[in-house]
């Protein structure tokens, strides 16, 4: 069993409470109709497709979370944290390949230009954002667990 | 020589020690994430966000390429050149391959846009290239990306036992999610099922309750709000009229054995020749039906067949179903193609409530198949082919007039 710092499980559970809220809320504030904003970096969208579908893949990753940091240092316990990372990624991949997909075209029906002009298609990147986008680089750290985990098992030369 | 069974399992012993090296199994992480991806607890939250990515990217690529740039070429340069390049106007040619367009006070109105224009060379080329060639190319791209991680076998170990309830198994999910791309490669996925009771059924659900490709990204960039709706009743049904298929129709539905391949990093050449294979084949079939039922639905405009059959079908269509009589256009449409069809919905959407457009998307989607998929279904057994049929009409009016009748009792019909 390759060991891991105590300071991962506490860094995920926070992570995994947070995620759960985000996900809680997104289907709340579709359950209710209507969009949520705050400050101007969070937006909750509240669409069926992003705000609940979306949502639920949110409350699962927070949930991924929470299951598998007990008993953290066991693989499948931190494949589960692994797999809430996975998840938030494909929303969060999503909505940023949306982003991306919404800043190209100039989307006129008529003639004009074909493609956004500069300030416009940087805007397109511009918060708020959906919680998906806003929790992918805390999300990320796994990776350096990922990699950590590896390089034990390299140095151990065995694995659980 | 004859060996006895004990003498086989010494034999068996004997040479697997001799070719086999037993050791401590080490167990990875990609051998515990993909533990994770068949567990039902585990596997059906990971499931949920794979479709999601799946409907997302389809959704935003498809988007791009169709709201983005082709809607434009076609409506704002393609159609008003052709309109005034073709010889003809006001003719039955110049209806049936550019513009059917309108009467207002006494004189012939061109169509504004490509969708209402149901020309050969103006409706049919747009559904065929502007909306329907960038759908199936994502959609082929990400499923050949399910398939070289490895995750394909995985969703069918995870479905097995809801498919086992429809008379199916597990590999059923190979002709189904073909089938969302296009029914024709569906209907010949369908040979991987072992029994004739299995392939009947699967190929009969194929038909009736899956939408193709060309038709999802029609109802996406028409009628994004009700898609949803649509694939809901499409699923119950699957469900439903696949449970009733399963207790009458004789035969066996056996188990199935799989091996679960380790996820892998997709090879890019294996992907392009999958898409690249795909989308040929799709385009070699889709593409003269697209042109082709523009052509004959232009035709039996022009004869006033459509109109005749709407006024002979009106007491069905509009007593039975809920929905006006119009829409008698469209489902005739829906024989040679069902894109076409609900483009021809969205046309004549202002005479008709939310809740009429749902059913009668969900009716193009369970009447008649398409007739690329119709010949591909003959292909497999005329007996076959027949048996589908009976079940299609019998689905039609209970399925139809049930949906209606949900509308009533919720008092949105």
Partial sequence: MVKQSSGGRIYFALLGIVTTAFGLADLLVTASGSEFAYRGFLEIPGDIFRGGWGGIIVLFAGLFYLSGIRNFDDIHQFAKVVMGSILIWVVAGCDIFAMITESIPSWNEETGPWFNTLPDFIAAYAPPYAPSVLLLPFSLVVIYYIRKRASGEEGSGNSS | ?413
């Fill in chain 2, 1 to 413: 020589m004859k060996l006895s069974t004990g003498d086989r399992w010494d034999l068996i012993d004997k040479i697997s020690k001799e070719t086999v090296t037993f050791g401590a199994y080490k167990h990875t992480l990609m051998d515990a994430i993909g533990e994770l991806t068949i567990k039902p607890m585990t596997g059906i939250p990971v499931a949920i966000a794979i479709m999601y990515g799946f409907w997302s990217v389809f959704g935003s690529f498809a988007g791009f390429f169709t709201d983005g740039f082709f809607v434009r070429l076609f409506d704002a340069y393609w159609l008003p050149w052709l309109q005034g390049a073709f010889p003809g106007q006001g003719g039955w040619l110049y209806a049936i391959m550019v513009d059917a367009g309108g009467i207002e006070s006494g004189e012939f109105v061109l169509s504004s846009n490509c969708l209402e224009s149901f020309g050969v060379l103006t409706s049919g080329l747009f559904v065929a290239v502007g909306v329907v060639l960038p759908a199936i190319i994502i959609f082929y791209l990400m499923l050949a990306l399910l398939e070289d991680i490895g995750y394909m076998p995985r969703l069918a170990v995870l479905l097995d036992t809801v498919l086992h309830r429809v008379g199916l198994h597990g590999y059923a999910i190979v002709p189904t999610i073909l089938s969302l791309g296009c029914n024709v490669p569906g209907v010949a996925a369908t040979r991987i099922l072992e029994t004739k009771k299995q392939r009947f059924i699967m190929m009969t659900l194929l038909a009736i309750f899956i939408p193709c490709g060309a038709q999802i990204s029609i109802m996406q960039g028409m009628m994004p709000d009700l898609m949803g709706w649509i694939l809901l009743y499409l699923i119950i049904g699957y469900f439903i009229f696949g449970y009733i298929l399963n207790k009458i129709v004789p035969g066996k539905a056996p188990e199935f054995l799989i091996d679960v391949p380790p996820y892998r990093r997709p090879l890019l050449s294996n992907i392009g020749k999958k898409v690249g294979g795909r989308v040929r084949g799709f385009f070699v079939v889709a593409i003269p039906f697209v042109l082709l039922g523009c052509a004959i639905v232009g035709v039996l405009y022009q004869l006033g067949v459509i109109r005749f059959l709407g006024d002979a079908l009106a007491p069905v269509f509009v007593g039975w179903f809920g929905v006006p009589k119009e829409t008698a256009g469209p489902l005739i449409a829906a024989f040679l193609r069902k894109d076409l069809a609900v483009a021809q919905l969205d046309a004549i959407s202002d005479i008709m409530t939310p809740y009429q457009m749902i059913t009668a998307v969900v009716l193009v989607s369970i009447y008649f198949p398409c007739v690329a998929t119709f010949a591909m279904m003959l292909k497999e057994g005329w007996k076959e082919l027949l048996g589908a049929l009976a079940v299609l009409t019998v689905v039609v009016f209970t399925y139809g007039g049930l949906i209606h009748l949900i509308g009533i009792l919720l008092g949105v019909a």
